[in-house]
């Protein structure tokens, strides 16, 4: 009888261990899946905004006012103002 209830112990003990650590790793997959869906979500952002970029880069208008912008790049009879 004293085997038996031991034996029962036993085999409760580790049923209940088995299902903590299955639980422990549940909550460590779902923080892993909320992690990388931030990521996700993140990585689509920057690709809308370089899928922007390359569409504007392809107008040759809006190549021009850049570079004049940025590099203060000028064409013949541009007059170039600098604000400081």
Excluded at 35 to 49: A, G, I, P, T, V
Excluded at 53 to 79: C, H, I, N
């Amino acid at each position: 009888m004293l085997l038996i209830a031991l034996s029962i112990c036993f085999l409760s003990f580790m049923l209940v261990h088995s299902v903590a650590s299955d639980w422990g790793e549940i909550l460590e997959n779902n923080k892993e899946i909320k992690r990388l869906n931030s990521e996700y979500n993140n990585l689509l952002e920057e690709e809308e905004k370089l899928s922007s970029d390359v569409t504007k880069l392809q107008d040759e208008d809006y190549v021009a006012r850049y570079a004049k912008e940025k590099f203060l790049y000028s064409q013949d009879g541009d007059v170039i103002l600098k604000m400081d």
